[in-house]
């Protein structure tokens, strides 16, 4: 569950792990579940069609208003609520700013979002299943159910999340300065995601196990 810490703010579980107390009820697990589904379905995939500028923002008040419109039971729901779960997900998957809202990666619609570009780790990773690895490395990385390609910041990152599809994904090694200087930007869009609009396939390479993190 999500609860508020008067000195500490918004954290997950029962007492706050700063200073012990309590604190305020905000969401129960299955709360914060069904608001994270809606709010990803809006802002990564433009359900409900909202008022989305070019960077995936949308208004805090509109988001708000499209979910409670469409899910009777969440009349509770107020801005605090969107911002508690904003700032407890691990993966910085939102940012809210001036009263509106975004997804940070993860949009499978068509936008000109503008990314940092600066101070790109000279390395970064993709998941393969093992019967495509082969193909990528010859082809190269296009985007496939999402709007960009999706690459992590270190190998035991992009092991998480291509375990998701495969039990023993292959972890595939991006120069990210070549990729650049082929002409295909690279931008941070997450604590530990960056995107790409296609990774060439001279910038890639299978990647040695050792690289990944000890657990």
């Known amino acids: 569950m999500i609860r508020e810490c008067l000195e500490h703010g918004y954290f997950r ?19 914060t579940e069904k608001l994270g589904r809606s709010v990803a379905g809006i ?24 979910i409670k419109s469409r899910n009777s039971r ?13 700032q407890l997900d691990p993966k910085g998957r939102y940012l809210i700013s001036g009263g509106k809202i975004k997804a940070t990666y993860g949009h499978t619609i068509p936008l000109d979002i503008k990314l940092d570009n600066e101070n790109i780790p000279e390395f970064l990773y993709y998941p393969a299943t093992p019967e495509e690895a082969d193909f990528l490395l010859e082809s190269g990385i296009y985007p496939s159910d999402r709007a960009m390609v999706h690459l992590s910041l270190t190998y035991e990152d992009a092991y998480r999340a291509g375990s998701v599809r495969s039990e023993d994904p292959v972890i595939l090694e991006v120069d990210a300065d070549m990729c650049m200087d082929m002409g295909y930007d690279i931008g941070k869009a997450a604590r530990t995601v960056f995107l790409c609009r296609h990774v060439p396939p001279e910038a890639l390479s299978e990647a040695d196990s050792e690289d990944r993190e000890e657990e």
Request: glycine share 8%.
């Open 13 to 31: 579980g029962e007492v706050c792990p700063l200073c012990g107390e309590e604190g305020k009820f905000v969401m129960s697990d299955y709360e």
């Open 74 to 86: 969440m009349e509770w729901l107020r801005s605090r609520h969107i911002e508690a779960l904003v």
């Open 43 to 66: 802002l990564r995939h433009g359900k409900y069609e909202p008022d989305m500028d070019s960077q995936g923002f949308v208004s805090l008040r509109e988001l708000l208003s499209i």
